[in-house]
């Protein structure tokens, strides 16, 4: 017996006939409609299918249509093929009709403050002569503010940005309209600088800006014997200036030209000077003529003039020169190492393991017992391409000065290769990586070997590789010193010639210094990292202890240390803060990704919050007023509009502060469970082919804490506290296999039962979709997602599907692909576009949490659509998943990159906030925080059947 289901529900303008279809190959492949923007209207609308007795879906009639239930009713008709033209069985036909009006709209964005963001579409912004250049008036980027810069007699601040994918990295706000942005730069919009600026500072005319070129890259002495991917990367720094009355870029007489090679135009001169070495901080005499770079790597500071650019003078009388600052006195306040830091004497270091995927004498994940002494227990890379390497991650702020190193039996000739010192999460980009060593002959078998080598700088990681070859290694040490006392914040007078003088006035009781600044009343504020963590307050004229010390505001710490930040390549260090004329504090909250205003007692006064580019983003599986936007926590009040500050949204807590985001991935699987108290997932950064997965508990106020229990390979923790683990291969029963919560002993840890078998699945053939993603009802209904563009050994013509526990075969299988050569426009009727020239269309998938007594089994995939037409699209698709019907299909393709779409879509969160509405909350790659849309009309979902 056939059955026609007919579901009746809002769906987007441009549809509403019957698929066509044309034969590409052997497959009948459907025509679609194309409407931009896609978002739908209240129309009432239809989506039917063909079902079988079993409630099989054979086959996708309607889309969707904007007639009338009556009209669609009377054109129905099924000639018994299903969606490739082949013919299905099925005797009886039934339908099933629904009046509903459902329907999608872009509700707002959540951890961004500017009014211009909830608009659906970014108007662009002019500059200010009025020229109408790249960019927008909302606060976005790829990276955080980097720096900030505040004239003494100013009415506007100006901020720089790291790499910001596309838009100008540099923007500016007028202190009465903080949540504007203003693109100040008179540079015509092909010209965009995207580099990163990470220090800014101004005197009456001009701004200064110093920067770093990240894809300058300069091969070390090994270059010779090194493939391109292993080069040692030392980034082109540079200093130019921009007129602060009319924003054009400045041409000093003794400057050079520098063609930046990252960003919209490379052959771009910027005038000024340049440093082949790492900067880290830059402060200008507002009525001398020097300007000063610090130089820590060389322990030197640069003194230029600041009107011609040409060089001064080399101040080498200080070690590790960070922060710098000219007050109002036009003294020079230097932060840098303390020059007698003690326990200079190596000793051995312990570290967490780090490497590539791979294995250890038989077991599946050995890392725990890789070096533990024993040589007959040896951790092993992975073989695939770039290379081989193992690593530990020892610091931050630790001078390594030598390596012990023993093979695994047998395998000395696996233990070639280089040793590398890095700050970066040790990938295979880490572009400040450093070759300290060359391991030219085998080692020692059975015992340790040691290589020493001469390093002065601290460093978080070392690495050893093999280029060519899978590394085999036993055991490593690690020789070398912590640094301690690690900043002296002291004033000095200046000559007309570059030559500084101490004025006996220093700070005590602070730690990593990343940024100065002052007001005219006296007083010197820092910001302060380490364990710290706050904005501390100094006399000028005494110096000493902290006369204020500020921690955070709103109800939330400061977080100064932030992977997007200080640990960046080693290259960006994010340390925004300045002083208004009126004496209140401007503090970049990086690692919260907000500018906060305070007054110069420390009160709040407002924030500027512009969440930029993340990378996970999910809602508590059963408290959804629980978001997570990589480890930033936020609570919700779905009972409000999406509003910037009408507490629709606020920041809660930041769980990065509380483990090592250096080596553990965010926050995924997110659930508060029956005891009440919240656990989740974290996996080893360094295992990104098959990360080893933690349970951990998040404990209000304190932090992540890790239990004993690490996760199989492929297991998740659901909702109602189970692991669940999906077996899915092509021409394989689908396995299910379940360990249920039976409860937490005395410290809170969960406790599972034995793995149980559930029935088995259907047998996924060729053209099924693959499973990039399996999610599970708590009903037992799995759907999954292949977010693939084209596979080898044949590629799906389905890339979503469905089936219920105990049945061996697919309820349904819909997002039926297009041709590869499609060119036409966006398929808003569900199916899956492998054409238009996308290079990667795979976006992610997720289920309702649906708290409510009547809870609705829906769920949301998303095509990204990366470089789809050489530009963007993303759109998203609701399906019901007791019909694999579409529902809904809303997002955008628009150029102009409004909110409502995301860049790049990793994470997404769909929570029923009442009977009748639901909210999509959206990962955003491109720099806006998370958009939002809300779905209403969820009440008039309902089913009727009748015959045909």
Same mark, same amino acid.
């Given at each position: +017996?056939?059955?026609?289901?007919?579901?009746?529900?809002?769906?987007?303008?441009?549809?509403?006939?019957?698929?066509?279809?044309?034969?590409?190959?052997?497959?009948? =492949?459907?025509?679609?409609?194309?409407?931009?923007?896609?978002?739908?209207?209240?129309?009432?609308?239809?989506?039917?299918?063909?079902?079988?007795?079993?409630?099989?879906?054979? !086959?996708?009639?309607?889309?969707?249509?904007?007639?009338?239930?009556?009209?669609?009713?009377?054109?129905?008709?099924?000639?018994?093929?299903?969606?490739?033209?082949?013919?299905?069985?099925?005797?009886?036909?039934? &339908?099933?009709?629904?009046?509903?009006?459902?329907?999608? !709209?872009?509700?707002?964005?959540?951890?961004?403050?500017?009014?211009?963001?909830?608009?659906?579409?970014?108007?662009?912004?002019?500059?200010?002569?009025?020229?109408?250049?790249?960019?927008?008036?909302?606060?976005?980027?790829?990276?955080?503010?980097?720096?900030?810069?505040?004239? &003494?007699?100013?009415?506007?601040?100006?901020?720089?940005?790291?790499?910001?994918?596309?838009?100008?990295?540099?923007?500016?706000?007028?202190?009465?309209?903080?949540?504007?942005?203003?693109?100040?730069?008179?540079?015509?919009?092909?010209?965009?600088?995207?580099?990163?600026?990470?220090?800014?500072?101004?005197?009456?005319?001009?701004?200064?800006?110093?920067?770093?070129?990240?894809?300058?890259?300069?091969?070390?002495?090994?270059?010779?014997?090194?493939?391109?991917?292993?080069?040692?990367?030392?980034?082109?720094?540079?200093?130019?200036?921009?007129?602060?009355?009319?924003?054009?870029?400045?041409?000093?007489?003794?400057?050079?030209?520098?063609?930046?090679?990252? %960003?919209?135009?490379?052959?771009?001169?910027?005038?000024?000077?340049?440093?082949?070495?790492?900067?880290?901080?830059?402060?200008?005499?507002?009525?001398?003529?020097?300007?000063?770079?610090? $130089?820590?790597?060389?322990?030197?500071?640069?003194?230029?003039?600041?009107?011609?650019?040409?060089? =001064?003078?080399?101040?080498?009388?200080?070690?590790?020169?960070?922060?710098?600052?000219?007050?109002?006195?036009?003294?020079?306040? #230097?932060?840098?190492?303390?020059?007698?830091?003690?326990?200079?004497?190596?000793?051995?270091?312990?570290?967490?393991?780090?490497?590539?995927?791979?294995?250890?004498?038989?077991?599946?994940?050995?890392?725990?017992?890789?070096?533990?002494?024993?040589?007959?227990?040896?951790?092993?890379?992975?073989?695939?391409?770039?290379?081989?390497?193992?690593?530990?991650?020892?610091?931050?702020?630790?001078?390594?000065?030598?390596?012990?190193?023993?093979?695994?039996?047998?395998?000395?000739?696996?233990?070639?290769? /280089?040793?590398?010192?890095?700050?970066?999460?040790?990938?295979?980009?880490? !572009?400040?990586?450093?070759?300290?060593?060359?391991?030219?002959?085998?080692?020692?078998?059975?015992?340790?070997?040691?290589?020493?080598?001469?390093?002065? &700088?601290?460093?978080?990681?070392?690495?050893?590789?093999?280029?060519?070859?899978?590394?085999?290694?036993?055991?490593?040490?690690? /020789?070398?010193?912590?640094?301690?006392?690690?900043?002296?914040?002291?004033?000095?007078?200046?000559?007309?010639?570059?030559?500084?003088?101490?004025?006996?006035?220093?700070?005590?009781?602070?730690?990593?210094?990343?940024?100065?600044?002052?007001?005219?009343?006296?007083?010197?504020?820092?910001?302060?990292?380490?364990?710290?963590?706050?904005?501390?307050?100094?006399?000028?004229?005494?110096?000493?202890?902290?006369?204020?010390?500020?921690?955070?505001?709103?109800?939330?710490?400061?977080?100064?240390?932030?992977?997007?930040?200080?640990?960046?390549?080693?290259?960006?260090?994010?340390?925004?803060?300045?002083?208004?004329?009126?004496?209140?504090?401007?503090?970049?909250?990086?690692?919260?990704?907000?500018?906060?205003?305070?007054?110069?007692?420390?009160?709040?006064?407002?924030?500027?919050?512009?969440?930029?580019?993340?990378?996970?983003?999910?809602?508590?599986?059963?408290?959804?007023?629980?978001?997570?936007?990589?480890?930033?926590?936020?609570? $919700?009040?779905?009972?409000?509009?999406?509003?910037?500050?009408?507490?629709?949204?606020?920041?809660?807590?930041?769980?990065?502060?509380?483990?090592?985001?250096?080596?553990?991935?965010?926050?995924?699987?997110?659930?508060?469970?029956?005891?009440?108290?919240?656990?989740?997932?974290?996996?080893?950064?360094?295992?990104?082919?098959?990360? +080893?997965?933690?349970?951990?508990?998040?404990?209000?106020?304190?932090?992540?804490?890790?239990?004993?229990?690490?996760?199989?390979?492929?297991?998740?923790?659901?909702?109602?506290?189970?692991?669940?683990?999906?077996?899915?291969?092509?021409?394989?029963?689908? !396995?299910?296999? &379940?360990?249920?919560?039976? %409860?937490?002993?005395?410290?809170?840890?969960?406790?599972?039962?034995?793995? =149980?078998?559930?029935?088995?699945?259907?047998?996924?053939?060729?053209?099924?979709?693959?499973?990039?993603?399996?999610?599970?009802?708590?009903?037992?209904?799995?759907?999954?997602?292949?977010?693939?563009?084209?596979?080898?050994?044949?590629?799906?013509?389905?890339? #979503?599907?469905? /089936?219920?526990?105990?049945?061996?075969?697919?309820?349904?299988?819909?997002? $039926?692909?297009?041709?590869?050569?499609?060119?036409?426009?966006?398929?808003?009727?569900?199916?899956?576009?492998?054409?238009?020239? #996308?290079?990667?269309?795979?976006?992610? +998938?997720?289920?309702?949490?649906?708290?409510?007594?009547?809870?609705?089994?829906?769920?949301?995939?998303?095509?990204?659509?990366?470089? /789809?037409?050489?530009?963007?699209?993303?759109?998203?698709?609701?399906?019901?998943?007791?019909?694999?019907?579409?529902?809904?299909?809303?997002?955008?393709?628009?150029?102009?990159?409004?909110?409502? +779409?995301?860049?790049?879509?990793?994470?997404?969160?769909?929570?029923?906030?009442?009977?009748?509405?639901?909210?999509?909350?959206?990962?955003?790659?491109?720099?806006?925080?998370?958009? #939002?849309?809300?779905?209403?009309?969820?009440?008039?979902?309902?089913?009727?059947?009748?015959?045909?």
């Amino acid at each position: +017996m056939a059955v026609l289901i007919i579901k009746q529900a809002a769906l987007p303008q441009g549809q509403g006939v019957p698929l066509k279809t044309k034969v590409v190959g052997s497959k009948a =492949v459907p025509l679609r409609p194309h409407k931009p923007g896609g978002v739908p209207s209240l129309t009432s609308r239809v989506a039917a299918g063909a079902y079988n007795a079993s409630g099989q879906l054979l !086959r996708t009639l309607y889309a969707g249509t904007s007639k009338t239930t009556s009209q669609v009713l009377g054109l129905l008709s099924f000639d018994g093929k299903g969606d490739r033209g082949q013919t299905v069985s099925g005797a009886t036909q039934l &339908r099933k009709q629904l009046p509903n009006k459902l329907a999608a !709209r872009f509700a707002g964005i959540v951890a961004n403050t500017s009014p211009q963001a909830m608009t659906n579409k970014i108007p662009f912004a002019t500059d200010d002569q009025g020229n109408n250049v790249t960019g927008s008036n909302v606060w976005f980027g790829y990276r955080p503010f980097n720096c900030l810069s505040i004239g &003494r007699t100013a009415t506007r601040a100006y901020i720089g940005q790291g790499y910001t994918e596309g838009p100008q990295s540099h923007g500016a706000f007028a202190l009465n309209d903080i949540q504007t942005r203003v693109n100040y730069q008179k540079i015509p919009a092909a010209d965009r600088l995207t580099q990163g600026t990470c220090y800014q500072d101004q005197d009456a005319t001009l701004l200064y800006h110093l920067g770093y070129d990240g894809i300058d890259g300069i091969d070390s002495g090994l270059s010779g014997t090194l493939p391109a991917y292993y080069r040692d990367y030392k980034s082109k720094w540079f200093i130019y200036a921009t007129s602060l009355a009319t924003g054009e870029r400045v041409t000093f007489a003794s400057g050079t030209n520098y063609a930046v090679m990252q %960003g919209v135009r490379p052959q771009i001169n910027y005038n000024g000077y340049q440093f082949s070495v790492r900067c880290a901080g830059m402060a200008v005499q507002k009525t001398g003529n020097l300007l000063f770079v610090s $130089l820590p790597d060389t322990n030197e500071i640069i003194v230029l003039n600041k009107t011609t650019m040409a060089y =001064v003078r080399t101040i080498t009388s200080f070690t590790r020169p960070g922060a710098l600052w000219v007050d109002y006195e036009e003294r020079l306040w #230097v932060a840098s190492q303390n020059p007698g830091t003690p326990n200079t004497t190596p000793v051995k270091l312990s570290g967490q393991p780090v490497g590539a995927a791979g294995y250890g004498d038989g077991f599946e994940f050995s890392i725990d017992k890789a070096f533990d002494g024993n040589p007959s227990t040896y951790y092993a890379s992975s073989a695939n391409a770039p290379n081989g390497w193992l690593g530990l991650y020892v610091g931050p702020g630790v001078v390594i000065t030598g390596v012990e190193l023993r093979p695994s039996d047998g395998r000395e000739a696996d233990c070639m290769g /280089w040793i590398q010192l890095s700050n970066a999460n040790n990938n295979d980009d880490a !572009r400040d990586r450093r070759t300290v060593y060359q391991i030219a002959t085998k080692p020692a078998a059975g015992q340790f070997t040691r290589y020493n080598f001469t390093n002065t &700088r601290p460093w978080s990681y070392v690495r050893v590789f093999n280029p060519g070859k899978p590394l085999k290694l036993a055991d490593m040490v690690v /020789w070398g010193y912590r640094l301690t006392d690690t900043h002296v914040v002291a004033s000095y007078t200046i000559s007309s010639t570059g030559t500084l003088t101490a004025t006996g006035v220093s700070l005590s009781g602070h730690q990593e210094v990343t940024a100065l600044t002052d007001d005219a009343n006296g007083n010197l504020y820092t910001r302060e990292g380490g364990s710290k963590q706050a904005v501390c307050c100094y006399s000028k004229a005494t110096g000493g202890a902290a006369t204020k010390t500020w921690t955070g505001t709103e109800g939330v710490k400061f977080y100064f240390t932030d992977v997007y930040g200080t640990l960046l390549h080693n290259q960006e260090s994010p340390a925004p803060l300045a002083c208004a004329p009126d004496g209140s504090v401007w503090v970049g909250d990086t690692g919260n990704e907000r500018l906060v205003h305070l007054s110069a007692t420390g009160s709040f006064i407002e924030a500027i919050y512009y969440a930029s580019h993340s990378r996970a983003c999910l809602v508590d599986g059963n408290d959804p007023t629980r978001l997570f936007g990589e480890n930033r926590e936020y609570t $919700l009040d779905p009972t409000k509009p999406l509003a910037p500050n009408n507490g629709s949204w606020r920041l809660a807590f930041n769980w990065s502060q509380t483990y090592n985001t250096t080596i553990y991935r965010y926050l995924k699987e997110v659930n508060t469970l029956a005891n009440g108290r919240t656990y989740g997932v974290v996996a080893h950064e360094e295992f990104a082919g098959q990360p +080893m997965r933690y349970v951990v508990e998040l404990v209000k106020g304190v932090g992540v804490r890790f239990t004993p229990t690490v996760l199989p390979q492929g297991t998740r923790l659901e909702a109602d506290g189970s692991l669940l683990r999906v077996a899915y291969t092509l021409g394989q029963a689908v !396995r299910s296999y &379940r360990r249920a919560l039976t %409860g937490f002993d005395a410290n809170g840890n969960p406790q599972w039962a034995a793995e =149980v078998a559930l029935p088995a699945g259907p047998v996924p053939q060729s053209s099924d979709p693959r499973a990039t993603t399996i999610r599970r009802f708590a009903s037992g209904l799995h759907v999954v997602h292949d977010g693939s563009r084209v596979q080898a050994g044949g590629s799906p013509d389905y890339h #979503v599907g469905g /089936w219920q526990e105990g049945q061996n075969y697919f309820l349904f299988k819909t997002a $039926l692909a297009t041709p590869t050569d499609y060119t036409g426009g966006y398929p808003l009727d569900g199916s899956f576009d492998t054409g238009n020239n #996308v290079q990667d269309p795979g976006g992610p +998938m997720t289920l309702l949490v649906d708290k409510t007594t009547k809870p609705l089994r829906l769920f949301v995939w998303c095509y990204m659509g990366e470089n /789809w037409k050489g530009k963007q699209c993303c759109y998203f698709h609701l399906i019901d998943a007791d019909t694999g019907l579409l529902l809904l299909t809303f997002g955008s393709d628009a150029f102009e990159n409004p909110p409502s +779409m995301t860049s790049v879509v990793i994470g997404m969160g769909l929570i029923r906030v009442s009977n009748d509405v639901a909210r999509l909350y959206v990962q955003e790659e491109g720099g806006r925080g998370f958009p #939002v849309w809300e779905i209403t009309g969820l009440s008039t979902l309902a089913y009727s059947v009748t015959p045909l």
